[in-house]
């Protein structure tokens, strides 16, 4: 089984009983193995319904879903040997050991090699000897992730992944998504978080009202973001040549230092400063979630 | 298919264990008081036969109540063994699949390569497997007690008895097992209908001899085809045996065309 796309989307809709709207409205997306593919939206937007139709948890209304060229809904069995699913909640047996829920999984899906099942437990630091009901959520959510990359599949659905876990083991998990990258496999991560997205993915698809209203990777989305320079100039500040700069917000400070906020290219900004005698320029750290929630919603009002 | 019927059925040994303990304590008590009674059979069922028939009929199906067969059919078998099964088998039915289904773990199942079938068929045949835990745990019992006890009623005739009381409630758990299968709105009925059937199925069938108007509906009814008393005599009727088989794999069946295709909660 080898195609270029690890997942297809085609027209993908999805209405829930009688529900006057469609929670999914004709999704269409690809998503490339060696891809890690970020799926942003509110709660409520149609994340969780993609991944449950991709894991043909629940049926299309219309529209296909394909998971490696195969249909997710007829060759579903054929499809899920090669999927691992972390689900947003994670809900596991709670009168079971970590270790026998563990090996319940591998029984169902026999695991390629065991060491890896114990490096992801050492990895993890996970505490497999108690039963599930009494560890914390973060813990529960260490099992959760175990046990969807445990097989090593070539392809991870991931659920807002990194609920409940602590930052050191955050880091665990974006290693692991790296390492599952560099191994060709394609990894779909729903979230809520975009700087987790930001964090790991090549590319970031946005969906609200079951629509998905934008994909960009992530370098074209820096280079639509604002970039935010503080200037200080040794003479008086060029504040009325720079608000002639497009698209450019002037914030002047005083009659020497001014803030300037600019979307796209940067290269008249530079021309104009070369004009002048910069002391001091230091670039603000450039928040892609808040141009990323401005560009939606500009998305939105068209 | 093979883990989640083994893992279904460990995750599940302590409830076994119980059902079978209680079941079997309950079989005691009563083969352990006949004793008793046998000494004085003849006074008592002369008075037990001066009730009315009506309620005699919900006692027991045969009217000589404190010969041995009359005494484990109206003590265990006619109404206790049905309702005890029943609680073991709908609570069965309502829970193999549909509290995982609640509980969202139904999903990690799912998420493996298996396929609905076969979660179904795991599922379906781990219940039946509990049942059959108890019901043999109970056939052993019995008959090791009756032995001593020497009540005058044939091991394989126990057995059977024993067998076609987890045969009558198996048809009420594959029904539930059928209603959780097609999902959240048939869910919400797969406990409370079934019961309701079991309970009027008995009343109908108990009173279709004094009621005539009973008669005919009481025949699409399982519990009319259940008769303890005739079993224990050496009167099996293997039709009937048979009939109730056919609706438990009409439920199994039904529960595949429900389960297979719809979306899962």
Redesign the interface.
């Known amino acids: 089984m080898d195609t270029t796309d690890a997942i297809v989307l085609s027209k993908l809709s999805k209405r829930?009983g009688h529900a006057p709207k469609l929670a999914l409205n004709k999704v269409s997306l690809k998503v490339a193995r060696g891809e890690v593919y970020g799926f942003l939206g509110a709660n409520g937007a149609g994340k969780s319904t993609t991944i449950?139709t991709l894991?043909?948890?629940?049926?299309p209304t219309d529209g296909s879903a394909a998971i490696l060229g195969r249909d997710v809904v007829r060759d579903?069995?054929?499809v899920?040997?090669h999927?691992g699913?972390l689900?947003g909640?994670v809900?596991?047996?709670n009168?079971?050991t970590g270790k026998q829920f563990l090996d319940?999984?591998a029984?169902?899906?026999p695991v390629k090699h065991e060491e890896y099942v114990r490096e992801l437990v050492h990895r993890f630091d996970a505490d497999l000897d108690k039963p599930v009901e009494t560890l914390s959520k973060g813990n529960r959510q260490k099992i959760g992730l175990i046990?969807a990359f445990m097989h090593e599949p070539e392809v991870l659905i991931l659920d807002e992944p990194t609920s409940g876990l602590d930052p050191l083991m955050q880091e665990v998990f974006f290693a692991l998504v790296k390492e599952a990258r560099a191994r060709n496999a394609c990894v779909f991560v729903s979230s809520h978080n975009f700087s987790e997205v930001q964090r790991m993915c090549d590319r970031i698809g946005f969906i609200r009202e079951g629509k998905l209203v934008s994909e960009q990777t992530l370098a074209e989305l820096a280079n639509k973001a604002s970039h935010t320079f503080t200037i200080t100039f040794r003479d008086q500040a060029p504040v009325a040549e720079l608000k002639k700069l497009r698209s450019a917000k002037v914030t002047p400070h005083d009659e020497h230092h001014l803030m300037v906020s600019i979307e796209g290219e940067l290269t008249p900004l530079f021309a104009l400063l070369a004009q002048h005698h910069v002391t001091r320029f230091e670039q603000q750290e450039v928040n892609l979630e808040q141009q990323f929630m401005h560009f939606y919603q500009k998305e939105v009002a068209k | 298919m093979i883990p989640i019927l083994t893992w279904t059925l460990w995750r599940r040994r302590w409830s076994i264990f119980w059902w079978s303990l209680g079941v079997a304590l309950y079989m005691a008590l009563i083969i352990a008081v006949y004793p008793s009674f046998r000494n004085q059979s003849a006074a008592l069922n002369d008075s037990l036969n001066q009730l009315p028939q009506t309620v005699k009929s919900l006692v027991a199906d045969t009217n000589n109540f404190l010969s041995p067969v009359g005494y484990m059919s109206s003590n265990a078998y006619y109404l206790m063994m049905p309702i005890i099964f029943g609680v073991l088998g709908i609570g069965l039915g309502s829970s193999l699949l549909a509290k995982d289904e609640q509980d969202h773990t139904l999903e990690l199942v799912l998420s493996r390569p298996v396929s609905r079938g076969t979660v179904l068929t795991g599922r379906g045949l781990a219940g039946l497997a509990i049942i059959a835990t108890v019901t043999v745990v109970t056939s052993i019992v019995t008959i090791v007690l009756a032995w001593l006890s020497k009540l005058d009623i044939s091991a394989l005739r126990l057995a059977e008895t024993t067998g076609m009381a987890a045969l009558l409630t198996l048809i009420f758990a594959s029904l539930v097992f059928a209603m959780t299968a097609f999902g959240k709105s048939a869910r919400i009925m797969s406990t409370g209908l079934p019961t309701l059937l079991l309970i009027a199925s008995y009343l109908f069938t108990s009173l279709s001899g004094t009621v005539d108007w009973l008669k005919w509906p009481s025949r699409l009814l399982p519990y009319h085809y259940y008769h303890p008393a005739q079993i224990l005599t050496g009167n099996a009727n293997g039709r009937e045996a048979l009939g109730m088989a056919i609706a438990v794999l009409f439920f199994a069946a039904l529960s595949y065309v429900g389960f297979r295709r719809r979306d899962i909660d």
């Open positions: 829930y449950r894991l043909n948890f629940i049926q579903s069995v054929e899920k040997r999927v699913y689900a909640e809900a596991l047996y009168k079971l319940y999984m029984e169902l899906q046990q």
